[in-house]
Structures are given as C-alpha cells and as structure tokens.
C-alpha cells in the first residue's frame, strides 16, 4: 500500500471569504504569485482594464469585476500543496459559497481595513462557525487610510463573537504604512514597494534598533512602542487548540494592493492552519488517513469550455488517494463508474491529473448524473457524507423563452444552470413544463441567468415578477402528493414542484405562511431541502 501520509499532511485545504470590495480575490492573486503559478497579477478594478482576476474566470465577471462563481485554485508553496476556493463575495450569491465552505478546512476571512466587519462577513462566519472550523483574519487595504487597529479587533470580537489575537501589527496606515511588528519574533518587518511584482522588498529589524527612527520615524516608532506594551497586556493568550476550533481567529494586518504583509501571513497562516479535516456520513466518521478513497460533490459548473458543452463536478477528496481511471462507487446513483479525465483546476485552466490525496478539490467530468452533495467512495463501501442544505430561495419570477421555437435550448440551459444550484427552478403540478418558475436567494442571480441562457444557448428570456417572497417543501400524512383542490390555500399561496418531484408551497407573507399551516394541519412544512436534482 502507498503511504499517504506525509501526502496528505503537506496539504491546506481553505476558502477566502469576504464583503465585496474587502480585497479578496486581489489576495488570492498575491497567494499564486508567490506560489509561482501566475507571473503577474490580474488588475481587479473593473471592466476598463484589459487583465482581469484569475480567479474571475466567467465573461460575467470580468465585465462586472466581481466574482459570482467559486473558483478552485492549487499551487506549491515550500513543501505545501495549497487548495485555495475563492468565494463570490456579492451577497446574491451566497449559496454557492455557503456550499464551497464545506470543502474547505479552513477559511481566510478578509477585512476592509477602513470599513470594518461589513453585513456579508457576518453570514459567512455564521456558516464557518457551525463548522467549527479555523479562521484567520486577515485586515486588507492599510494602504489607504484606515480604522484605528485596536477599534478594528473590538469590533470583530463584538461583532462575530470570537475573540482574536494579532499575530502582527501595523506601523502606520495610508501613505504612511510602513510594515508590520511581528510579536512573535519581535522584529519588525518594514516593507518597500517594488511596483507590484511578485514580493515587496521586506527588511527586517529588531524593536531595539538604533536605526528604527531614521527608517519609520520618531513619531511612528513612539506610537508603536506604546501599542506593543498595551497589547501585551491587554490581548489574548495565543491558544492553537483554540484557532483550530474556530474559538480565537489570529489577525493579520496588510496591503493586498502593495504586497505588504501577504507573505508573512501566507508563511505563518500555513503553520498554524490544519491538514485536511475528517468528515461525517452519519453516525461514521470518515478520517483522512482510511485508505479506501472517498469523496463528495460539492459543485457543479456547466459550460467551463463553452466550445465543448461540458459540465464538470468538483469534488472534495475527504480520504485515502484517487488514482486516474480508478473504479468508484457513487452512491446516489447506486453504481460503479469510472471518473473520466480528472482534472485539477486553476479557475477556468485545467490539467489532467493522475492522482490525488484527501485534500484536494478535482474536477471530473459529468454526464449528467451528478448532484451537489452527492457521495463517491470506494466498491464495497456505501455511506453518504452529511447532506449539503439548499437554502430557500427569497425571489420568484416566471421565465420562458421568448422565441418558441427554441423551448428545447431554454429547458436544457434551465436545467443545467439549476443543477449547478445556482437557481433552483419549480413547475406547476399537472401541468407538464409549460410553466417554469425561478427562485433565487439574490436578484443579482437573475442576471446571470438571463446572460448565461443568451451567450451559452443562444436564448433570449423574458421575465415576469411574481409576489412570492417564502418558501416550505411540504410533506402530507399520508405521504402521497397533494392535489391543490384537497388543500386550504390563501390568495398569495401557490403549490409547486421542484425537479425531483417535492412538493412546495410559495407564500407571499410570513403571515400566510402560519395561516395556511393552521389550516393544513396534515402538512409538514421543512425550511431546507435537498439539493434541486
């Protein structure tokens, strides 16, 4: 047997999380730079410039510059093998990162130095913290002018409810941002811009220095020294155990932008953060170290090679090794297949791939057969890792195409764009596919619909809004579907299907949501179902 170990030790697995506009897909670029797996950083400042982010793969988001699909990147950084997913920050999107963090083992949550914790930050350290996962702060932008620092890690504590210890701390903001204090070494870092290229020049010198005034100034050096001897007393003991359990999140400060600060955080982060997490399927716990392979689908992107039609299937390997051609059993579709052409990604770039250890994130091939949340393991072997949520969506339309004589690309696109779970889609029972109704949890999620079904199958939509704003998948006593007519329905209530046949009701109130339970007392309302396929 190989020995997996020290494969699957050396790997980091983790999701950069963020507020729109906090940094994070510019510190994603920085991460590969210094990895050596881009030469030169995308511009992310918008659709004038001609580079767009790595990361940002869809036309979508270069003409938009923001980032509304996870991306999967891997590169080697001293001995590592580093996972990152880039998240959408747009808050429209959440879904997707809700489900990209549960393939991650670890989560950089990136800050706006002069904005602080911002709404999105909010939801998704709620998601990290159910995971119970580690997550590293990392304060973006103190190139610019910028909250005081100590007011910034109050707000944080207050905020998200965890407390923090700096790892670093800054030397001024602005203009005046001069590097970082790192306290575990007792030196400071001071940084020199070099017009963007793969590091920013970084001389090191100790606190006690007779040359520290003529490099940062005496003002500087003063306010410094007096930061230090409050954060000593004042800040929490640093605990691994704790950041490992998501309890203490270590901060970071730093510029993205400049350089300043990445590779410091990027050495020290990698020490501290964990190698790949076990999993549960049940009431089993699957480790990273079993040898049986084992892995879950995590998302589903259709059109990445828009010339070859194809769909690929993420999936997080949560053990053992996966060896190209090797056969496995997916478990939802209650056969053996062999995955075809495994890839590792880098955003839209892809390389096939021979082997990979539990950690890693590969694409495959999808003949269709797939859903998100959906189990791989081993012959012999048929447990199911805990089921992903899909979140009810909060915005309805009903959506046709407007040219008849294209029904067929319509339905197609539909289907697949739902079956990445980046809309859900619904029908009226007894009615066939005469009627398609979209729900989304982001309205921002409708204009990537409508530009995806125009540029990827040529299909022109028309839109109508519908006054839904809830949703419940609903189960009788009997356990059979249930027919309108038997059911006490509201005005603003409308009975439904998803494409796996549940059924749902769509309500136009919180109000009308408790009426018709009332009325309905042999229904059972759930808040989250499976995944739409």
């Not at 790595?54 to 990147?73: A, F, H, L, N």
């Not at 059979?480 to 109130?509: C, M, R």
């Amino acid at each position: 047997m190989p020995n997996y170990e020290a494969e699957i030790n050396r790997r980091r697995t983790f999701a950069i999380i963020s507020h729109p506009d906090a940094g994070k897909t510019t510190l994603t670029e920085k991460f590969l730079l210094y990895g050596g797996a881009i030469a030169q950083a995308g511009a992310v400042k918008g659709k004038k410039n001609a580079r767009s982010a790595t990361s940002d793969w869809m036309e979508i988001e270069k003409q938009r510059g923001i980032s509304v699909t996870s991306s999967v990147m891997q590169f080697q950084y001293e001995g590592f093998c580093i996972n990152i997913l880039d998240t959408p920050g747009h808050q429209d999107f959440s879904e997707d990162t809700y489900r990209t963090l549960m393939a991650a083992d670890s989560a950089v949550m990136v800050i706006d130095a002069a904005k602080g914790v911002e709404a999105q930050t909010r939801k998704l350290f709620k998601v990290c913290a159910m995971r119970d996962i580690p997550i590293f702060t990392f304060i973006n932008k103190m190139d610019r002018e910028a909250r005081d620092p100590f007011e910034l890690c109050e707000e944080l504590e207050h905020e998200l409810g965890i407390e923090t210890y700096p790892v670093n701390w800054p030397i001024g903001c602005g203009k005046e941002f001069q590097g970082v204090y790192d306290r575990g070494k007792g030196e400071i870092i001071h940084f020199t811009s070099n017009g963007g290229a793969k590091a920013a020049t970084a001389t090191q010198v100790r606190l006690d220095d007779p040359g520290l005034d003529g490099l940062i100034g005496q003002r500087l050096h003063q306010q410094l020294t007096d930061d230090i001897e409050l954060l000593d007393g004042a800040a929490a003991e640093f605990d691994l155990e704790r950041v490992r359990h998501g309890k203490l999140s270590p901060v970071f400060f730093g510029s993205a932008l400049t350089n300043f600060g990445v590779e410091p955080f990027l050495e020290e982060f990698l020490r501290m953060t964990t190698p790949p997490l076990s999993r549960s399927a049940g009431e089993l716990v699957v480790d990273c170290m079993d040898d049986a392979f084992s892995a879950f689908v995590f998302k589903i992107q259709a059109n990445m090679n828009k010339a070859h039609r194809d769909r690929i299937a993420f999936l997080r390997v949560v053990s053992g090794r996966f060896d190209a051609d090797k056969e496995v059993y997916h478990v939802q579709g209650g056969k053996k297949i062999r995955l075809s052409r495994p890839q590792q990604l880098m955003a839209a770039e892809r390389e096939i791939i021979e082997e990979a250890y539990a950690g890693d994130i590969i694409g495959v091939f999808d003949p269709g057969i797939f859903s998100i949340g959906d189990t791989l393991c081993a012959p012999g072997q048929k447990f199911r890792f805990d089921p992903i949520p899909t979140f009810a969506p909060e915005h309805f339309r009903r959506v046709r195409s407007r040219d008849t004589m294209k029904r067929k690309q319509f339905l197609k696109g539909m289907e697949q764009i739902a079956q990445e779970g980046a809309i859900q889609i619904f029908k009226t029972p007894y009615t066939g596919m005469e009627e398609v109704i979209v729900g989304v949890v982001g309205t921002l999620q409708f204009d990537v619909l409508e530009y995806r079904l125009k540029n990827e199958y040529n299909v022109d939509l028309y839109m109508e809004g519908l006054p839904y704003e809830y949703l419940r998948w609903i189960e009788t006593a009997s356990g059979e579907p249930a027919k309108e007519e038997d059911l006490i329905l509201g005005t603003d209530v409308k009975l439904v299907e998803d494409y796996k046949g549940n059924q749902l009701l769509l309500f136009g109130s919180q109000w009308a949501v408790g009426w018709t339970q009332e009325r309905n007392k042999d229904l059972t309302f759930h808040e989250f179902g499976g995944a739409s396929f």
